[in-house]
């Protein structure tokens, strides 16, 4: 009488080759997705950052010299907070029409804080805070990943 099927000699090798395979697919998977929040991140503070730069140009210096709506503008011509962005201001010219610098606040890639608003996932730095000890204060000059993690090449994402 002839039996087919798998020894248990064929069963724990094969067994044995898938583990050492998903050993290997694992970091490589791991570090797909860390290099994929990286990507992520830099488009985030890439876009964030242009706004700003927007507002300070398209806003900033223009109402620094007119008078306009408590609240929009601060002494260095950069925005208040994030949410502003978003929000619009009036344009200065006074066209009547609002200015929009982001559609919406994208959230730090590397925090993963749900009960935590987009706009308060980034660190902020204001225009008269020191660019190595960046500190909050009445305008929004950058922004920077509150994370102490390390990136693929070696750097903190805080100083990105």
Known sequence: MKVKGVTLIELVV???ILAV???AV???ARMSVKRVKEMELKYNLRMIRKAIDDYYEKYGKVAKNLPVKPGTATDSGYPPNLNILVEGVDDPKGTGKKLYFLRRIPRDPF???PNLRPEDTWGKRSYTSDPDSPQEGEDVYDVYSLSEERALDGTYYKDW
Do not use: K
Request: proline letters at 8%; aromatic letters at 8%.
């Open 14 to 16: 094969a067994v044995a």
């Open 21 to 23: 395979l998903a050993t």
């Open 26 to 28: 694992f970091p490589v």
């Open 111 to 113: 925090n993963n804080d």
